[in-house]
């Protein structure tokens, strides 16, 4: 499976890297740092009383995710990245500190997309380019595999599905409430 990965990594680094890419590529996956871009989504989301509980939904889903992957998977299978075993490709951008499985970029990714898309928001769809992009951009700049990036997907998914689950469970238990 290794080989499997480091040919699909370095078919990347051979063929896809350009100079525009490795200009733009470093931005992509900024806009994954912390999930920023996602939290700035929710955020935006509870401003409008329409929307707000798709808003809770991303935050919810984010927040999931978060202690998911990052507090738990990635301490618990502890793999270690592409570019700690192949250190001859030229790091883009500084190496990460945490291990590799699953993307915590990838992953929060996939939970904002997933809650937006239960919460019924009409152009969900569009947060797949910017979700699908940083996704790519974490194997372009050789910090995470293939399976990183399917794990980070699955995280994201299920992080969603579970903030749904939250947000409708105590929106009915709110509603009872006031009743």
Not at 56 to 77: G, T
Not at 155 to 175: I, T
């Amino acid at each position: 499976m290794a080989d499997f990965q480091f040919a699909v990594l370095d078919f990347i680094q051979n063929h896809l890297r350009t100079p525009v890419g490795d200009a733009v590529m470093p931005i992509i996956t900024r806009l994954g740092n912390g999930g920023i871009l996602w939290v700035a989504t929710g955020f935006l989301l509870l401003v409008s009383r329409k929307h707000r509980k798709t808003g809770v939904m991303v935050l919810a889903a984010l927040a999931i995710e978060y202690l998911l992957c990052n507090v738990w998977l990635k301490n618990a299978v502890a793999a270690a990245r592409p570019c700690d075993l192949n250190q001859s490709v030229q790091l883009l951008i500084a190496r990460p500190r945490d291990y590799s499985f699953p993307s915590g970029h990838t992953g929060a990714s996939f939970a904002a997309v997933t809650a937006l898309y239960l919460g019924k928001e009409r152009y969900w769809y569009l947060a797949l380019i910017p979700a699908v992009l940083i996704a790519f951009s974490r194997m372009y700049l050789y910090v995470h595999f293939p399976t990183d990036i399917l794990g980070g997907i699955v995280v994201g998914a299920v992080s969603g599905f579970l903030a749904f689950g939250c947000v409708r469970l105590f929106s009915s238990w709110y509603g009872k409430r006031e009743q």
